[in-house]
């Protein structure tokens, strides 16, 4: 009887119940009847699970966006877009429709990375950007990156991540580990740590250890006390690794900060390649 009255109920009817619903939601729905199916494909809806701004995303497209309807245009954007001039990474869940943001590392805060002595800029096949950067030889890391809370999905948990790869001459990364951290508006900083290699060379630790020797322990003891993360390989082929977690609320204006930084050891590294910081809903 239940069925019989779902099943008699006016598509806008329909239409309302979906809109409260979720995108993954709606296509499971448009098997149960031609009103569902009709009203699974509503404008109306689709707009719902847009973002607010989604005009202006799709006017800073890199590539111009054909659609015939909200639901197209919505499938279009959970494809991964290039945005504000190829500097951005714009993307829509397909079953929650949550937003997701990667800054690339053009759009990222890099010390001295115009400066070729230390970095390069290098065009990677495997990038879904025009350039990465490449730390060539420095002292100095620090990597900064800040994005809008507004911009994100409201009453979500979100997590920043750096996507990186190591070179096979790579060297100095992780005589120390590299301090991170994220902060939220004025909010506290919660920091912590990471190593951006789980696995080195025989032959390169015995030749750090023969260079360092126990100032590698002196140096760990000027790092502040954290979990030393490790990088976990994504499906794109590029290593992540957690700089934090923050929580997005009901329209927040305020901007979120990440870093990662190793400034203390002093000593010279290089083989880092960045691709960017993706800003992603957690499960």
């Given at each position: 009887?239940?069925?019989?009255?779902?099943?008699?109920?006016?598509?806008?009817?329909?239409?309302t119940c979906l809109?409260?619903?979720?995108?993954?939601?709606?296509?499971?729905?448009?098997?149960?009847?031609?009103?569902?199916?009709?009203?699974?494909?509503?404008?109306?809806?689709?707009?719902?699970?847009?973002?607010?701004?989604?005009?202006?995303?799709?006017?800073?497209?890199?590539?111009?966006?054909?659609?015939?309807?909200k639901k197209d245009?919505?499938?279009?954007?959970?494809?991964?877009?290039?945005?504000?001039?190829?500097?951005?990474?714009?993307?829509?869940?397909?079953?929650?429709?949550?937003?997701?943001?990667?800054?690339?590392?053009?759009?990222?805060?890099?010390?001295?990375?115009?400066?070729?002595?230390?970095?390069?800029?290098?065009?990677?096949?495997?990038?879904?950007?025009?350039?990465?950067?490449?730390?060539?030889?420095?002292?100095?890391?620090?990597?900064?990156?800040?994005?809008?809370?507004?911009?994100?999905?409201?009453?979500?948990?979100?997590?920043?991540?750096?996507?990186?790869?190591?070179?096979?001459?790579?060297?100095?990364?992780?005589?120390?580990?590299?301090?991170?951290?994220?902060?939220?508006?004025?909010?506290?900083?919660?920091?912590?740590?990471?190593?951006?290699?789980?696995?080195?060379?025989?032959?390169?630790?015995?030749?750090?250890?023969?260079?360092?020797?126990?100032r590698i322990q002196?140096?760990?003891?000027?790092?502040?006390?954290?979990?030393?993360?490790?990088?976990?390989?994504?499906?794109?082929?590029?290593?992540?690794?957690?700089?934090?977690?923050?929580?997005?609320?009901?329209?927040?204006?305020?901007?979120?900060?990440?870093?990662?930084?190793?400034?203390?050891?002093?000593?010279?590294?290089?083989?880092?390649?960045?691709?960017?910081?993706?800003?992603?809903?957690?499960?």
């Amino acid at each position: 009887m239940e069925e019989a009255l779902v099943l008699g109920l006016p598509e806008d009817c329909v239409a309302t119940c979906l809109f409260l619903t979720s995108p993954s939601d709606v296509c499971r729905s448009s098997l149960v009847s031609t009103t569902f199916r009709s009203a699974s494909e509503s404008d109306v809806v689709w707009e719902r699970f847009l973002p607010s701004d989604y005009q202006t995303i799709v006017s800073q497209s890199l590539t111009p966006l054909k659609y015939s309807s909200k639901k197209d245009l919505f499938f279009s954007l959970s494809n991964s877009l290039l945005i504000d001039g190829g500097k951005k990474s714009f993307k829509l869940d397909k079953s929650s429709g949550k937003i997701s943001y990667t800054l690339s590392a053009r759009d990222l805060s890099i010390t001295w990375s115009s400066e070729s002595m230390y970095w390069s800029w290098v065009a990677m096949p495997e990038s879904r950007f025009a350039e990465v950067a490449v730390l060539r030889t420095m002292s100095w890391l620090e990597i900064k990156g800040k994005i809008s809370a507004h911009k994100l999905s409201p009453n979500t948990k979100y997590g920043a991540y750096l996507i990186f790869k190591i070179s096979d001459r790579a060297y100095g990364l992780d005589l120390i580990p590299s301090e991170i951290s994220i902060q939220m508006g004025n909010g506290q900083v919660h920091r912590n740590t990471a190593y951006l290699q789980t696995i080195q060379d025989g032959k390169k630790q015995q030749m750090q250890h023969l260079l360092y020797g126990n100032r590698i322990q002196m140096l760990k003891s000027r790092v502040c006390e954290g979990e030393g993360r490790v990088p976990s390989e994504r499906k794109d082929g590029w290593l992540e690794i957690e700089l934090g977690e923050f929580f997005c609320g009901n329209g927040d204006g305020e901007e979120v900060k990440m870093s990662l930084m190793e400034v203390k050891g002093h000593h010279l590294k290089g083989g880092l390649i960045v691709e960017g910081l993706e800003i992603r809903p957690k499960n």
